[in-house]
């Protein structure tokens, strides 16, 4: 039970403060409107720290906060101990995290008037809709997580171990670094809890003018990532990293 709470309250918090700085950065009439991709970016490596402290600190020792790293994991270590409550854990927590970015911005959504942008402080779209190219952007950004993370802590990088208070820190730099180099196509969903836990949010939430979901393209940030996490896994275990 612990694992699934751990999850669902760290991925709970990545959403809060991942989609938050998207909203501050996107919604009209904000302080921080305008901000800017490497504001955005940055905000989501803060997430990901946030949320991997979070996730520890209420029970999950993994802290995945992403359904397609913790199959990777599961797929590297051949172990899915807990990965089905981790995973359940994550997609609830992705929608609280989604409907408390909706709740601290309630007055902006009325006085932005394009629905994309509303959306896009939710879930991902692609920058040039193309489907086989989208998808081949969210596995290679994916496998490029699943693996970093894993080869840094690898026997070779870290032979004592990675000292738990250390390794938020390195794997919110991991995510920044992705954003900033492979994020542009995509948005970088890298993780299917994040994007298709607050698309079901913005669908459920009574946002005004806010148009569609835009459920076509939902697939791709959930099948994309998954993809590319479990082709790492594989490529991890092969050479023992």
Known sequence: MNIFLGELLGTAALILFGNGVVAG???????????GWMVITAGWAFAVFVG????KACGS????????????????????????QAIAGE???AMLGAALVFLHY???????????????????????RDVKANLMSEIIGT?????????????????????????????????????????GTTGYAINPARDLGPRIAHALLPIPGKGDSDWRYAPVPVLGPVIGAALAGLALSRIGA
């Open 52 to 55: 991997i402290v979070v996730a």
């Open 25 to 35: 950065a996107l919604l009209k009439a904000s302080k921080a409107e305008n901000a």
């Open 143 to 183: 496998f490029a997580l699943t693996f970093a993370i894993g080869a840094m802590f690898s026997p070779a990088v870290a032979p004592h171990g990675m000292a738990d208070g250390v390794a938020p820190y390195l794997v919110a730099v991991i995510v920044w670094a992705i954003g900033l180099s492979l994020g």
């Open 91 to 93: 997609l609830l927590g």
């Open 61 to 84: 020792a993994a802290a995945y906060l992403n359904p397609a790293f913790a199959i990777g994991m599961a797929i590297r270590h051949g172990d899915w101990t807990g990965i089905p």
């Open 106 to 128: 309630l007055p902006h959504w009325r006085g932005t008037a394009d629905p994309a942008i509303k959306r896009a402080a939710f879930c991902t779209a692609p920058a040039l």
